[in-house]
């Protein structure tokens, strides 16, 4: 399913995209976000592992940035073995 909603902010467009694309702003804001941690991985890129509750059951995923362009455009995608999420924001 699709969730769509506009909000307005009393914040300019860069603030707003340093909290959503934040590690410690995704654990202010999203409801379903329990925990958040970056694995290190030597010569290789660090994942991103969030801890996520929906509808009364907890999931671990792996998170992967897919749209980066500050200060309009955030986007990531966050998969486990039962459940998956694609979340995109704009910021105006």
Do not use: C, K, N
């Not at 009393?10 to 999203?30: K, M």
């Not at 999420?85 to 704009?90: C, E, G, M, Q, S």
């Amino acid at each position: 399913f699709t969730v769509e909603s506009t909000i307005t902010l009393p914040h300019p467009p860069e603030a707003v995209f340093a909290v959503l694309a934040s590690v410690e702003g995704a654990l202010r804001w999203q409801a379903g976000v329990r925990a958040l941690r970056r694995t290190r991985r030597p010569g290789r890129a660090g994942a991103l592992v969030m801890r996520y509750q929906a509808l009364g059951t907890r999931y671990t995923l792996r998170a992967r940035v897919t749209a980066h362009e500050p200060p309009t455009r955030f986007a990531y995608r966050a998969a486990g073995a039962r459940f998956a999420l694609d979340a995109a924001f704009t910021v105006e």
